[in-house]
């Protein structure tokens, strides 16, 4: 694919300062761009690339002033980085938008299918399934009995979507990731044994989630597990059954939520956070990675951190102080020494 700079220009509503008919084939870093390729400059360190970069063009913002030569084609902005963001969704959409149905691949007779729909080779898609109009269903997609998707959605290859489940619109889950796997529920027998409760629940997941690779999320129970609106969960991550994931919030890699948990409005949880189960995450608390999690966090808007987590600033002073214990012991020792010598001479 080929744009020239006033193709460009007009997508990105920007000004150009050039050869508007220099044409590009890709999208490139700064520092490492060449002949026929794209950039963009938004933070101020990096421009010194500017004046050696051998991009064809070069996406800045309005504000910027060159101080020497340059050979690539400007394209000014009002903000870069929003415009070159807008670029790759372009080229993603044009990139990865697929029609038809492959071969082999089976559909249920009962299944509804809207327009522009994608399915690639080797899937399933259940009874009374509906999907709707520009959904894409990458190769060996699973898409289990009376599941409903929305339109606009993205499912890349080998996503696994149990039977029930509700998948808003514009939501793109990442391969490998399993929807609507049975919650982690057993009772335990008199004779030390586990009983398996059956989970008869369902997973609802609404509009515009982003889900990474290899991600679980549990059916419920009874009732449904519940992903808000606007949730952007990273990969390896482990949702329980009956879980709730407030609005906009944010969940990094290998993190996991216990059963019936609710998580807030725009929350930030950061790398392996663990929460255990039957407590709530107050709207707009932000969590340092590998925090643990094991009782209701109330005030919203707070940072926490350790295990078990506590106010951000707390946890530091603490770890300030496990620091220093080395240094405490030794001065410790000393003392009792001190006190030794100084109770042998009055004896």
């Known amino acids: 694919m080929q744009f020239t700079a006033k193709q460009i220009s007009e997508i990105v509503n920007g000004s150009i300062e050039g050869n508007g008919e220099v044409l590009v084939s890709r999208v490139e870093k700064i520092e490492e761009a060449t002949e026929g390729g794209l950039t963009f400059l938004a933070n101020p360190k990096y421009e010194h690339f500017l004046y050696t970069t051998e991009a064809s063009v070069v996406i ?17 902005v009002k903000n870069a980085y929003t415009a070159i963001t807008l670029l790759l969704d372009q080229y993603n959409h044009i990139r990865f938008h697929r029609t038809g149905i492959e071969e ?11 327009e522009e729909i994608y399915i690639g080779a080797f899937s399933y898609i259940g009874a009374g399934a509906v999907l709707g109009d520009n959904v894409s269903v990458y190769p060996q997609v699973y898409i289990g009995d009376n599941v409903q998707i929305g339109a606009g959605t993205i499912l890349f290859p080998g996503v696994r979507v149990y039977h029930d489940c509700v998948i808003g619109e514009n939501v793109i889950v990442h391969s490998g990731t399993v929807i609507g796997s049975d919650g982690f529920g057993f009772a335990p027998q008199e004779d030390g044994s586990y009983r398996k409760i059956s989970q008869i629940g369902n997973v609802v997941i609404e509009d515009n989630v982003e889900i990474g690779a290899n991600t679980a999320i549990d059916r419920a129970t009874m009732g449904k597990t519940i992903i808000r609106k606007g949730v952007k969960l990273d990969n390896l991550i482990q949702l329980a059954h009956n879980v709730e994931i407030g609005e906009n919030s944010v969940i990094a890699a290998q993190s996991g939520i216990s059963g019936s948990t609710k998580v807030g409005k725009n929350v930030v949880l950061g790398g392996q956070v663990g929460a255990v189960g039957h407590i709530s995450i107050a709207d707009g608390s932000q969590v340092q990675a590998q925090s643990g999690i094991n009782r209701s966090i109330e005030e919203p ?19 300030v102080v496990l620091q220093r214990l080395p240094d405490l012991e030794r001065r410790i020792d000393q003392l009792e020494k001190i006190i030794k010598n100084s109770e042998g001479k009055r004896k």
């Open 60 to 76: 800045v913002n309005n504000d910027l002033e060159v101080e020497e030569p340059i050979s690539p084609t400007l394209i000014r």
């Open 104 to 114: 082999p691949s089976f559909i249920h007779e009962t299944a509804t299918l809207g």
């Open 301 to 319: 808007g707070l940072k926490w951190a350790g295990t078990p987590a506590s106010q951000f600033q707390s946890q530091m002073r603490a770890q």
